[in-house]
């Protein structure tokens, strides 16, 4: 059974955080002429997307995406393995997001200057799988920090890989489709 925090996340934030990762990265790289140029082809869905993005601008959006859903996802699935308390969760959302940004936009921005020119389902396995292993660490780290045992730890890190994996995956498919590689 789910305890208030996470009955809050779900009810109220992550509806939220979810509308955010769809607003957020059109406000940031709005422009006047893009704004309008959009309000005047409202339903196509290249009407922004044809400016190319710096990897700099690419890596931070897709951040910003990514970490969103897959912070939210993992605090929830600490919370439901562990039994953590809203206090544990709070502090474990922040330095869950501290520290997967602190890995995510350095591994993405390094993947988008040195990596293939374009992506495929073979180099977007790649990356899911590669990334995984990196965060598995981090995600056993902080587990084990949080909870003070192994076996809750190696759950979480299995469970966080599942749901992670699928959400890093919609991510990449998602940046292709808004804004390929150019």
């Known amino acids: 059974m789910c305890g208030s925090f996470e009955r809050v996340c779900i009810l ?12 957020v990265p ?13 309000a005047h082809s409202v339903g196509t869905p290249t009407a922004i997307s044809t400016e190319v993005l710096s990897p700099t601008e690419r890596a931070t959006l897709k951040t910003i995406t990514f ?17 953590a308390s809203a206090n544990t969760s709070v502090a474990f959302l922040l330095a869950n997001t501290a520290s997967a940004v602190a890995v995510y936009f350095p591994y993405e921005l390094a993947w988008s200057t040195l990596g293939p020119p374009t992506s495929t ?4 396995a790649i990356k899911t799988a590669l990334y995984q292993a990196i965060t598995s660490v981090r995600n056993l780290a902080l587990g084990y920090a949080f909870s ?3 076996l809750p730890s190696a759950a979480f890190v299995g469970a966080a890989m599942v749901v992670d994996s699928a959400i890093y995956v919609a991510n990449e498919y998602l940046w292709d489709i808004y804004r390929p590689i150019q």
């Open 12 to 23: 109220r934030i992550l509806p939220c955080l979810f509308t955010m990762t769809l607003i």
């Open 67 to 83: 970490q969103t859903a897959a912070n939210l996802s993992d605090t929830l699935v600490f919370g439901a393995l562990v039994g």
């Open 121 to 124: 389902t073979e180099t977007i």
């Open 148 to 150: 003070g045992a192994w």
């Open 26 to 38: 059109n406000l940031v790289m709005a422009t006047p002429e893009g704004v309008e140029e959009a």
